[in-house]
């Protein structure tokens, strides 16, 4: 049996916000990770981290209650879009074709495991 959870944008634009604010915790465990071991700095920004995640993990929860599993995960790879992105902007990294690639064989796969085929 189908799961009837009515689909809205506000719903769609509510996870895609939760999607770019749990793509930085990428951006603040990579800023951990250049400061010195058990610095403020360091604690800092891997609280910035879980602090992320805690307030993901609620909003999540709350997505969930509006559109089925499967829609909202299959959107999540969305935040491998944001991380190639945030690499570029705060750490001078560069988008390569095959990292291009690699994303469009990443949301064909994530498509196709959540695709109804009835």
Same mark, same amino acid.
């Given at each position: 049996?189908?799961? $009837?959870?009515?689909?809205?944008?506000?719903?769609?634009?509510?996870?895609? !916000?939760?999607?770019?604010?749990?793509?930085?915790?990428? !951006?603040?465990? $990579?800023?951990?990770?250049?400061?010195? &071991?058990?610095?403020?700095?360091?604690?800092? &920004?891997?609280?910035?981290?879980?602090?992320?995640?805690?307030?993901?993990?609620?909003?999540?929860?709350?997505?969930? *209650?509006?559109?089925?599993? =499967? =829609? +909202?995960?299959?959107?999540? +790879?969305?935040?491998?879009?944001? #991380?190639?992105?945030? #690499? +570029?902007?705060?750490?001078?990294? *560069?988008?390569?074709?095959?990292?291009?690639? #690699?994303?469009?064989?990443?949301? +064909? #796969?994530?498509?196709?495991? !959540?695709?109804?085929?009835?």
């Amino acid at each position: 049996m189908k799961d $009837k959870k009515k689909l809205n944008v506000k719903s769609f634009a509510l996870l895609h !916000v939760i999607l770019l604010l749990y793509s930085f915790c990428s !951006v603040f465990s $990579k800023l951990a990770s250049q400061q010195e &071991f058990m610095s403020f700095q360091f604690f800092l &920004f891997y609280g910035l981290v879980l602090l992320i995640l805690g307030v993901y993990a609620i909003l999540w929860q709350q997505v969930l *209650k509006k559109m089925p599993l =499967t =829609t +909202a995960f299959s959107n999540k +790879a969305v935040v491998i879009v944001w #991380g190639m992105m945030w #690499g +570029a902007l705060f750490f001078a990294e *560069k988008i390569h074709w095959y990292m291009i690639v #690699g994303s469009i064989i990443i949301f +064909a #796969g994530v498509i196709l495991v !959540v695709s109804d085929y009835e």
